[in-house]
C-alpha cells in the first residue's frame, strides 16, 4: 500500500492493501478506498465515499459525502472484466454522485476532465466521456457512452439518452429528455429536448469576439432554414464561413455519430 506520509486519513477509514494515497490527500471517517485505486494530491474524500475499481481521482479533487465512484457498470453485458475510471484534477464532486467505471465493448474507460462540477445525485455511467469545465447539475443522469465536451452545462433532472454527444459550450435546459446529438453552443430546452438557438449567455461570458457570434448567429439560421438535409446544409457552411467557431459546428456535424442531430425547429 503506498501512502503518502503527507496524506491525513481518519481511523475509522478503511484503505485497502495496494491503493496509493497522494502527497496532502485527506480521506475523512467511514471512507472505502480499493485495492486497485489511485488518489491524488490533494485529493479529499470527506466522509462515507465509496472509491472502488480501478479508480484514479486527479490532484486537488475535493468528493463529498456519499459518493461512489468507480462501481461496476449497470450493464447487463458486463461480466466482471477490469475497465476502468479517470477523473481528472480539481472537481468538485457532490453527494451522492455515482460515476460507474467503462465495459469492454465500450472501450473499456469512462472519463472525467478537469474542472467539472458534479452536482449532487448526479450519475455519469459507464464509457462515458466527459469534458473540462463541465457542469452537471442536481440528478441529472447520463447514459453510457456519452461524450459531453468542454464546458457544456447539464440542468438539473435532465437525461442525456445512451450514444449521445453534446458539443462544446452548448447549455441543456432543467428537465429535459436528450435523445439526439447537441451542436456545440447549442440550447436545448422542453421536455423532450428542443434544439431552440444558441447558448448566447455562455458565448459572452466566456468574452467571445462579436464578429464570432454575429456569425454564429447566421450559421444557426442557415442550419435551420436552408435548403436540402442538415449535413448539407453544414457542408455548404464549411465552404462558406471564415468563423472558427462556425468551423466548430460543421466539423462536429460531420463527425462520426451513432446518433441522428437535434435540429432547429426540430
Not at 464532486?93 to 476532465?113: A, D, F, K, Q, Y
Not at 469545465?133 to 442525456?160: K, M
Request: proline share 3%.
Amino acid at each position: 500500500m503506498a501512502i503518502s506520509h503527507e496524506a491525513v486519513i481518519h481511523p475509522s477509514a478503511l484503505i485497502e492493501d495496494g491503493a496509493q494515497i497522494g502527497a496532502g490527500a485527506k480521506i475523512g471517517p467511514f471512507c472505502h478506498v480499493g485495492p486497485k485505486v489511485v488518489i491524488g494530491a490533494g485529493v479529499e474524500l470527506m466522509s462515507h465515499v465509496v472509491v472502488q475499481g480501478i479508480t484514479e481521482i486527479g490532484e486537488d479533487t475535493l468528493v463529498h459525502p456519499f459518493a461512489v465512484l468507480g462501481g461496476i457498470p449497470q450493464d447487463l453485458k458486463f461480466k466482471g472484466e477490469e475497465t476502468r475510471l479517470t477523473i481528472g484534477k480539481r472537481n468538485r464532486i457532490r453527494e451522492h454522485v455515482t460515476m460507474n467505471n467503462g465495459t469492454e465493448g465500450g472501450g473499456g474507460l469512462t472519463s472525467v476532465g478537469d474542472d467539472g462540477l458534479f452536482m449532487a445525485g448526479c450519475h455519469v455511467a459507464h464509457d462515458c466521456r466527459v469534458g473540462n469545465n463541465v457542469i452537471i447539475v442536481n440528478n441529472a443522469a447520463l447514459a453510457g457512452h456519452c461524450v459531453i465536451e468542454d464546458e457544456v452545462i447539464i440542468g438539473g433532472l435532465s437525461g442525456v439518452h445512451q450514444w449521445v454527444r453534446i458539443g462544446r459550450g452548448a447549455i441543456i435546459g432543467a428537465v429535459t429528455m436528450v435523445t439526439n446529438d447537441v451542436i456545440p453552443h447549442g440550447l436545448v430546452q422542453a421536455p423532450r429536448g428542443q434544439l431552440d438557438g444558441l447558448n448566447l449567455v455562455g458565448l459572452k461570458r466566456r468574452g467571445v469576439a462579436r464578429s464570432d457570434i454575429t456569425a454564429l448567429r447566421a450559421a444557426f439560421q442557415m442550419l435551420a432554414q436552408g435548403e436540402g438535409a442538415f449535413q448539407d446544409r453544414a457542408r455548404r457552411l464549411g465552404d462558406e464561413t471564415e468563423s472558427d467557431y462556425v468551423r466548430e459546428i460543421v466539423d462536429f456535424i460531420l463527425g462520426q455519430s451513432d446518433r441522428s442531430f437535434l435540429t432547429p425547429g426540430g
